[in-house]
């Protein structure tokens, strides 16, 4: 079991999970900044799109097996995936971004709108691809949509180890952090 200690949690929580056995694996920074007309710089060999085909999840879904460790869709659950994409997009409330290089698709990432806020979430980069600018344009992408649906203020939080740097040089601010803890038992 994976639990998630905050800045709202009480202030012995962690060291209860560490005497129970837990193991700290991951820490995320919460962020956040308001969305407006700045750009963020992405190199000219990077595009990004918004997702709305079949072949589109296809990429997504061979981004995030090997990233996120998880078994390919189905065909089914690309239907279904592609389904519900197109249904958020028709009712103005999020998207998936997809970015490539050289016609590659090697990132995405997601985002919600939700009373004025752009949520950004699950985004993903082959880890050949890391450091080329690819979750630069998936972020970019995603707030320009943020932006043209309404949204105000974008939210995110970024694991330490890897989007962190990247979203506090792109104008984010930190807000906290979690901190993620395995129980093989309890």
Known sequence: MTIWVGPADGPNVEEELRTRGAVHEDTVTIFARPIDESDIPVPADVSAEIVRTLDHVRAVDAINVPVWAQTALDTQGLHTELSEIAESLEANAGARVLASVGGQAVSTGGV???????RLWGAATLEGFRGRGTYRAVLAER???????????????????????????????RYGEERAYRLDRL
């Open 112 to 118: 919600t709108i939700v009373d004025g806020f752009a």
């Open 143 to 173: 707030l320009r949509y943020a932006a043209a649906h309404g949204a105000r203020t974008a939210i995110v939080k970024g694991r330490v180890a890897t989007s962190a740097p990247i979203l506090e040089r792109c104008g984010f601010v």
